[in-house]
């Protein structure tokens, strides 16, 4: 193992390098699956995956909850002076990242320096720390996968962001989202995300929703432009969430959010980033979604987690369902793989997980998951039977009259005549057991 020091301060003093031991292994500090030379077609799995840690769940969440206070002890939260404070943060994420081995990071404006009381100080705050980053991205070749506003959190959007019936509240939010654009900038962040917590509604009753939809498009065609026009070539992620905070949130799903964004015409900017959680809040799979972002030409990004089977909330659980994973990579494998993003875990270590180590078994754990999963699907899309058996069931669709139906030169009426010149179609079986069997058998 390979010892780091990076920063002013050690915070995780009894973790060394997390280095790739194999399958074999038993050290829980090590990677069993994750090889981030390993090629996966013609990319590493570093370069492929793009894994990144999040910094509000990993660096800022203190573990309270509505019904206790916080368990985390957070050592690098400890100064008064907010520059101070932001720069310890930095360089406890830093030394995290960097003996983690993992490649990106994401944030919130907020994550990284506390708010001011002014937007003018707040701008002030932002370039400092910035500047700090930019120096820690340098010295670590950690790079920014996305920055993002935060837009939620503080009262003042308690009725939504761009979708807030006062527009002195949306010219705030355009405020901070010009300022986050510029710090994404400023780091070179490959993307920009927007995840609207708040743009939704708690009752229709009192909610003009066309009116909203319409603000919403107006102030992401803004975002875009302004950021265009600072020569950021970066791609622009709506992360769809059905509910939690808002009672109904208008990027309900991938579905949702590809006709909005096609309605709005923001189809050329404006991809999606899924996140697991999400999938199942909204009933769908995970796999469910990343299927329909990419028959949109919008898989963009993923936002790594798991939720709980019994719970109805965004649990935000690292992700170790390697069965799931398997059904989502041969998605994203089958799609040629995520367009501009990675994968980023908005995942954080439960309550009661109280030692700094956790959080390295957490994403070692997350990554290794995915690193096997995709070993798995490859496997499954190269060596199985699984896409001819696939494709064989809609063979009737590549000649004769399927083609033609296919290809649009054939009208109701040239239905009816088929159909009335042949017998009773014959069950032909969906084979799902089998399907699924494949699955168990390549892990
Ligand atoms: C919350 C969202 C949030 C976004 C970034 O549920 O997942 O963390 O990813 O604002
Ligand atoms: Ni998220
Ligand atoms: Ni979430």
């Not at 973790?15 to 500090?29: A, F, T």
């Not at 981030?36 to 799995?45: C, K, N, Q, T, Y």
């Not at 506003?149 to 989202?177: E, H, I, K, W």
């Not at 997980?353 to 070692?364: G, K, P, Q, R």
């Amino acid at each position: 193992m390979s010892k780091v020091t990076i920063g002013n301060q050690a915070y995780f003093t009894s973790v060394n390098k997390i280095d790739y031991e194999g399958r074999e292994s038993d050290n829980p500090l090590a990677y069993k699956w994750y090889d981030e030379h390993r090629l996966i077609g013609d990319a590493s799995m570093k370069d492929y995956f793009k894994f990144a840690v999040a910094y509000w769940h990993s660096f800022c969440g203190n573990g309270s909850d509505p019904f206790g206070l916080p368990t985390r002890d957070l050592p690098w939260n400890q100064a008064n002076d907010p520059i101070q404070k932001a720069k310890d943060k930095m360089d406890a994420a830093f030394e995290f990242m960097s003996k983690l081995g993992i490649p990106y990071y994401c944030f919130h404006d907020v994550d990284i320096v506390d708010e001011a009381p002014t937007l003018v100080e707040f701008e002030q705050r932002l370039e400092v720390i910035t500047d700090y980053a930019q120096q820690k991205q340098e010295e670590s070749g950690i790079k920014l996968l996305w920055g993002t506003a935060n837009l939620f959190s503080n009262p003042r959007y308690m009725n939504g962001a761009a979708t807030n019936p006062d527009f002195n509240v949306l010219a705030y939010a355009g405020a901070q989202v010009k300022l986050a654009l510029d710090a994404t900038i400023k780091l070179k962040g490959e993307n920009y995300v927007f995840w609207g917590g708040r743009e939704g509604y708690l009752s229709l009753l009192n909610t003009d929703m066309k009116r909203e939809l319409d603000h919403l498009a107006r102030f992401l065609h803004m975002a875009k432009d302004y950021a265009r026009s600072q020569g950021f070539k970066g791609t622009f992620f709506i992360e769809p969430k059905p509910a939690e905070p808002s009672k109904h949130q208008y990027d309900y799903d991938a579905a949702t959010t590809i006709g909005f964004i096609r309605n709005y015409g923001l189809q050329d900017d404006f991809k999606l980033n899924i996140e697991v959680n999400h999938a199942t809040l909204a009933q769908h799979t995970f796999q469910h979604e990343l299927q329909t972002a990419a028959d949109a030409d919008m898989l963009g990004s993923i936002d790594a987690n798991r939720g709980d089977y019994q719970n109805g909330w965004d649990t935000d659980q690292f992700p170790n369902n390697v069965y799931e994973l398997v059904e989502a990579c041969l998605v994203i494998l089958q799609a040629g793989g995520l367009q501009g993003g990675g994968i980023n875990f908005d995942a954080k270590v439960r309550r009661n997980s109280t030692d700094l180590d956790d959080m390295f078994y957490a994403h070692i754990g997350g990554m290794d998951a995915f690193a096997r999963a995709l070993l798995v699907a490859k496997a499954i899309l190269d060596k199985s039977p699984f896409t001819h058996m696939r494709r064989d069931r809609y063979s009737s669709f590549d000649s004769s009259d399927g083609q033609l139906f296919e290809e649009g030169k054939l009208t109701l009426q040239h239905l009816k005549r088929i159909a009335f010149n042949k017998d009773n179609p014959k069950k032909l079986s969906g084979k799902q057991e089998l399907f699924e069997n494949i699955i168990n058998d390549y892990l």
